[in-house]
């Protein structure tokens, strides 16, 4: 079975500072790793998604996130975060089939001027 | 384009009562997803719909869950009697095939009183 853990809940953050929001996961077979996005009111969007290949996968709105196979993480970075990156986000893994997520408990980023 | 739409934004409703949440998803996407977020976990996979077929229902917690897609186009899923522990928001996803990004619905918020 797999499972994903964000053990943050809460990441509060001034702007332009940078921000790394954790996410490791278990699976006994290899898997895709992705992070979505929730902005208040929206549905969840896709940042960035790893199938293979190069291990630092850059995504929408500045954000990357690097696999790392021996420590089973896929952690989301960015370098200066602003106002509007206040959201959710959530990490998710999906075997080769692609047909389910599971998702993590979620990060809510909380950028202050 | 529009996105994936799903209907009522939010309900609440008396335990015992019954509730229909309708997903329409992207124009000509065969794969229709629903998950559920209980208050502060997890999104949790219910089903995965090929067209009008059910793919994978392995996430569906019990007999009082039924998600229908007749014609292969809007899918609904109904709670019936709701109990309190169904309370939560319920997503829709479509994809135009399973590899493909999946695109989330703004989610139906149920609480159940």
């Known amino acids: 079975a797999q499972s994903v853990t964000q053990l943050d809940s809460q990441v509060p953050v001034f702007e332009e500072a940078p921000v790394e929001l954790r996410c490791n996961y278990s699976s006994s077979v290899s898997v895709y790793l992705f992070w979505y996005v929730q902005y208040p009111n929206q549905g969840l969007q896709l940042l960035l998604k790893y199938l293979s290949g190069s291990t630092l996968v850059k995504g929408i709105n500045g954000f990357e996130a690097e696999f790392n196979k021996s420590q089973t993480s896929f952690h989301l970075r960015k370098p200066s975060v602003h106002i509007s990156d206040t959201a959710e986000y959530f990490c998710?893994?999906?075997?080769?089939?692609?047909?389910?997520?599971?998702f993590g408990s979620g990060t809510k980023l909380n950028v202050k001027p | 384009e529009a996105g994936v739409t799903q209907f009522p934004s939010h309900s609440v409703i008396e335990k015992g009562q019954t509730v229909t949440l309708r997903c329409d998803p992207i124009s000509g996407h065969d794969n229709l997803y629903w998950y559920r977020r209980v208050m502060g976990k997890e999104i949790k996979f219910l089903l995965h719909?090929?067209?009008?077929?059910?793919?994978?229902e392995s996430g569906m917690p019990n007999n009082r869950f039924l998600a229908e897609r007749t014609g292969g186009t809007y899918s609904t899923l109904k709670v019936q009697p709701a109990e309190l522990e169904d309370s939560g928001v319920y997503f829709c996803a479509s994809s135009q095939d399973v590899r493909d990004t999946i695109y989330f619905g703004e989610g139906s918020w149920l609480t159940v009183v």
């Open positions: 998710a893994v999906s075997k080769y089939n692609f047909n389910k997520f599971y």
């Open positions: 719909f090929v067209k009008e077929s059910k793919q994978d």
